[in-house]
């Protein structure tokens, strides 16, 4: 997922370079541990980690390629295990495309932006022509924009989206639900300056597609985001950015839910801006 790093993970989406699709965590928890019952299956999980493999390569390729990195800067204190606690501030009121701008130019506004940037990067939306366009051009700097959306169409082609059970504009078959949710657990800035910031971003997602006849039923996943920003147009824009797997906690004993309840969850519960 990122324009300068290489892609870590060991399996899993995130977007492309970035922009997720996925980061399950161990093949054989793909499907959720004990919590898929039935539907664990030989087919069904060998279905599933193809998809997955799909997708890393999708996002390896996307971002492969030259990118800065935020300078690091040694007198922070960052690396300090320290809490993302509360702040008091309120969450950033403007979006643009949907997405939310208007940071504060600090290190919490960092944080703020590059939790807000990952939903945004590993989102259902991505695998769409037409929206993958706008999300570029918000969450990038201008520089990388042009580079990075080339690399997404050539990563996300109509070949790869028919895996997904998807066509060429990125929706699904119809009485099918494609399901793409990330949320942010918690933010560590490793690097921060005026003008750069570099935040990790450790997160949990939900992927697959929702539908009694689907081969890619819904997953969870856990996965790391690294985002280098750079302070351009009085906002914070990411330069670069990359992805790992976990930390994935075990899995638990969850019932898993009917393709039925997963895509009307997905339709009736939106997501939120996050803030510090």
């Given amino acids: 997922m990122s324009l300068g790093d290489e892609h870590e993970t060991s399996g899993g989406y995130g977007g492309t370079g970035q922009t997720r699709t996925r980061l399950p965590g161990r093949d ?16 069904s999980l060998v279905t599933v980690v193809g998809v997955v493999v799909l997708l890393i390569a999708a996002i390896a390729f996307a971002n492969r390629g030259g990118g800065g990195s935020s300078s690091t800067d ?3 204190d960052s690396p300090k295990a320290a809490a993302t606690a509360p702040s008091g501030e309120k969450p950033v009121g403007a979006k643009a495309a949907g997405i939310p701008s208007g940071f504060a130019h600090d ?11 990952a939903v945004a990067l590993v989102s259902a939306d991505i695998l769409k022509p037409a929206r993958r366009t706008e999300i570029v ?17 050539k990563a996300y082609t109509k070949e790869f989206l028919s895996k997904l059970g998807l066509d060429e504009n990125g929706n699904p078959a119809a009485g099918n639900t494609y399901v793409s949710r990330t949320v942010p657990i918690g933010t560590k800035v490793t690097s921060h300056s005026d003008t750069s910031a570099t935040v990790e971003v450790w997160c949990s997602g939900v992927f697959g597609t929702a539908g009694e006849k689907s081969t890619n039923p819904v997953s969870s996943d856990w996965f790391t985001m690294t985002l280098q920003l750079r302070w351009a147009d009085d906002d914070w824009k990411v330069d670069s950015f990359s992805q790992k797997d976990g930390p994935a906690p075990v899995p638990g004993d969850d019932k898993a839910s009917t393709a039925e309840e997963m895509a009307k969850a997905v339709q009736e519960y939106g997501g939120f801006t996050y803030a510090r």
């Fill in 74 to 76: 040694d007198s922070d």
């Fill in 107 to 117: 290190r919490q506004g960092a944080e703020s932006a590059a939790a807000n940037y």
């Fill in 137 to 153: 051009q918000q969450v990038f700097i201008t520089d990388k924009q042009a580079v990075l959306e080339e690399r997404f169409n």
């Fill in 28 to 43: 054989d928890d793909l499907h959720g541990g004990t919590r898929r019952g039935g539907r664990s299956s030989s087919r």
